[in-house]
């Protein structure tokens, strides 16, 4: 009968109804059934500290003098209870029924006297009923729930405490500064992990003012604790047998820690000056590689990589409007170029190598594959994304913070080259052969990751650039030529990377359209600094574009010769092939000295490109910029009348054998081929090479991608007018006409 008025307290609580009872009877009722723990019944609770001066909970103490006691039946009903309901749902209830009142008390929705009846309960439940120790002594449950439900209340109850009456609870505090020391012979840890953790979260909840406040006081007593902690457990002999099962409790424990890290990561940001506890993942982050490298589960290797991640990208500060300031303070940039040093340090000694990247790392909760499902030699593309972002973030916040060329040289050289090793031994294979293909290969399935990895690259390549610049006002072409070999062979030439990945979209303009009023991606930052560094380099581009027509090109001329009876006629090609293993832009020595741009014998492999098929935009942003009539909201893929062939015909010519029949050739020129220039031969198809002697191929990719920002230009134009744009695009839209009018500058029509 009893669970009744318990379950009937629910329902009032969820619904928001006053609770009509004394607050004494309601206490009773969530008082749980656990036995104190030892020495529990005295020394344990005189630590609940009264409300300091300025608190809020002195005039709860005062108030509390016109509650009817109450007998102690209820609380003995509930022992007695009969056996159609398990205790354990009690417990459960009780739980829940503590963590909703807690949010309904700090929710200003509810009345205020409500929520009066709700702290007079909690006084009652933490002063007589000694309700944090019992939660305590239930954070070492074998039962994963109740434990689990039990850090979640505590951490409710010590972050209500701390805000109403200013003062850390005690016990909780006692427990946590015994357990943390205690490692790895005492007990307690996980739970003393989980309720740290959770508290943390808590504070997240309120203003940044009252975050900062609650932070000092959580955090100072237990600062030197938990570095020594750190220290401990990450110092372990990771390569005994406590580590070899993923449900071990060692394993458990490191798990545990790992969540407890980030919510310290996260809770950086709310202080001006954090504590050490805050900065330790940063300073000692070798403790980090050498677990990674370990022979621990893949699980906790992976969790740590991805921690390390967060760390590089700042995601603390994601809600915070500050986040700007938070980058720019002393301690960060300390923390970070000490993460930055070591990351790269071991990198270059082949750090990278070690790790091997599981395929099957969870499978929900389970290490076996999918029925059907073959990762056989497959390699975890999540953590592979993690651990190049890693690096190419610690290679960008280096090189910033360089003052000298020769400061950065060998790291970056090394690491580079470690990456792309990295890259080709985990990653799919790059059907152009070229290093700057692996970035848009890596990291296409991700967005968020990708533009983080394009942005890291572009500005390592605006920081060389200025380095280069610096020594020498005018370079000779042989000195440029020389650059751009080393930017190609390093993968991080800017406009390959752009035009590779304008390559995997098929051009499609509303897919960057998308990116750019995302909030989730740094496209923005990125598209106009690479605008920026277009204006600069346009000629660059160009030439980039010429070779990547040339790439395209050839592929279509080796499935002419192949198609042709006369191949043995031509025994000389436009191609200069280069050995296998080179990228598609290798450079050799002409007749002049100079580094001339050579295509490999991968070009003949399948383009990527060819294998993507169009993807449907996200939204349609191609209505009329006249009409007042909304789109109906059927999907529709960017306007490719006027655009060359799409990959899907580049798909169907290879399956066909690369014929080039002339009523095949027609019928697809006809519908998506270029205007013609002057001069080009109407027999023949748009993409066969053209000879030396003969005109100019025409420039395929200069026109696609130039287009595609046409296009976008356009798309953000027509929203600005329509006041459906989320942020101010003027300078983005200035940068896009500036390249409209260098093509068409160099193109008249």
């Known amino acids: 009968m009893k669970i009744s008025l318990l379950q009937q307290m629910y329902k009032d609580v969820l619904a928001g109804i006053p609770l009509a009872r004394e607050s004494r009877h309601y206490s009773s009722l969530m008082n749980l059934c656990v036995e104190q723990p030892p020495g529990g019944d005295g020394s344990c609770h005189q630590q609940h500290l009264p409300p300091t001066a300025g608190g809020t909970g002195s005039h709860q103490d005062s108030d509390m003098s016109h509650v009817v006691p109450a007998t102690d039946d209820l609380s003995r009903s509930f022992a007695n209870m009969s056996s159609s309901f398990c205790p354990r749902e009690v417990t459960l209830l009780q739980l829940t029924l503590i963590k909703m009142m807690v949010a309904k008390a700090e929710s200003q929705e509810i009345e205020l006297h409500t929520r009066q009846k709700y702290c007079e309960i909690f006084v009652l439940l933490l002063k007589e009923a000694k309700i944090d120790s019992k939660l305590i002594h239930l954070l070492g449950s074998d039962d994963r729930l109740l434990s689990h439900m039990a850090s979640q209340s505590l951490a409710s109850l010590v972050y209500f405490q701390l805000k109403e009456e200013d003062a850390v609870n005690v016990p909780w505090l006692s427990f946590s500064l015994a357990a943390l020391p205690g490692f790895p012979g005492g007990s307690g840890v996980p739970g003393c992990l989980w309720a740290l953790a959770a508290i943390l979260k808590e504070t997240r909840k309120d203003a940044p003012a009252a975050r900062a406040g609650a932070l000092k006081k959580l955090l100072a007593p237990l600062d030197a604790v938990l570095e020594g902690f750190y220290n401990a457990i990450l110092l372990h002999h990771f390569d005994s047998h406590h580590y070899t099962s993923p449900y071990s409790e060692a394993t458990n424990n490191l798990i545990s820690f790992i969540d407890l890290l980030e919510a310290l990561l996260v809770s950086r940001v709310e202080l001006e000056i954090p504590f050490r506890c805050q900065r330790i993942l940063f300073l000692k982050v070798s403790y980090v590689l050498n677990v990674i490298s370990s022979s621990i589960p893949y699980v906790i290797k992976k969790k740590f990589i991805l921690l390390l991640k967060k760390c590089v990208l700042c995601k603390s500060r994601e809600d915070v409007k500050g986040g700007s300031l938070f980058l720019q303070s002393p301690s960060w940039c300390e923390d970070m170029l000490a993460l930055s040093n070591v990351v790269l340090q071991v990198v270059n000694l082949t750090w990278l190598n070690q790790i091997p990247l599981s395929g099957k790392s969870s499978y929900f909760g389970s290490s076996e594959t999918v029925p059907g499902h073959d990762s056989q030699g497959a390699s975890d593309q999540t953590a592979l994304r993690a651990l190049s972002l890693v690096v190419l973030k610690a290679l960008e916040f280096k090189i910033h913070n360089s003052a000298t060329e020769a400061e950065i040289k060998e790291d970056f050289e090394g690491s580079m080259s470690q990456v792309l090793m990295f890259w080709r031994s985990h990653g799919k294979p790059s059907p152009a052969g070229h290093h700057c293909e692996w970035l848009s290969l890596v990291f296409m399935e991700q967005d968020d990751d990708m533009w983080e990895a394009a ?295």
Not at 508 to 532: G, N, P
Not at 581 to 593: I, K, L
């Open 455 to 749: 942005k890291a690259l572009l500005l390592i390549y605006l920081k060389l650039d200025r380095f280069r610049r610096g020594v020498a006002d005018n370079l000779s072409p042989k000195e440029e030529e020389s650059w751009q070999f080393l930017v190609h062979a390093g993968g991080y030439n800017p406009h390959c990377i752009f035009l590779f990945f304008l390559e995997k979209i098929a051009f499609d303009s509303t897919v960057l359209l998308d990116f750019l009023i995302s909030s989730e991606t740094c496209f923005l930052e990125y598209l106009v600094r690479y605008l920026k560094l277009l204006g600069k380099e346009w000629p660059h581009f160009v030439e980039v574009c010429d070779h990547f027509d040339s790439r395209h090109s050839a592929l279509h001329a080796v499935c002419s010769v192949r198609q042709s009876a006369v191949c043995a006629a031509e025994p000389r090609s436009a191609m200069a092939w280069a050995p296998h293993n080179c990228p598609v832009f290798t450079a050799r020595q002409g007749d002049n000295g100079a580094a001339e741009w050579s295509r490999s014998d991968s070009l003949t492999r399948t383009d990527s490109a060819s294998l993507l098929a169009p993807l449907q935009s996200l939204v349609n942003y191609d209505s009329s910029e006249d009409s007042e009539v909304e789109s109906d909201g059927k999907e529709c893929l960017v306007n490719t009348k006027q655009l060359p062939p799409n990959n899907e015909g580049e798909v169907r010519r290879r399956q066909a054998g690369c014929s080039c029949r002339d009523d095949d050739r027609n019928s697809r020129t006809s519908e998506v081929s270029p205007p013609k220039l002057k001069g080009s031969p109407a027999s023949s198809c748009w993409t066969r090479m053209a000879s030396p002697d003969n005109i100019a191929p025409l420039r395929v990719m200069l026109y696609k991608s130039t287009k595609c920002l046409e296009e976008l230009q356009e798309a953000i134009s027509r929203l600005q007018r329509r006041n459906l744009f989320p942020y101010n695009p003027s300078a983005l839209l200035k940068l896009l006409s500036q390249v409209e009018k260098m093509n068409k500058s160099m193109n008249p029509q």
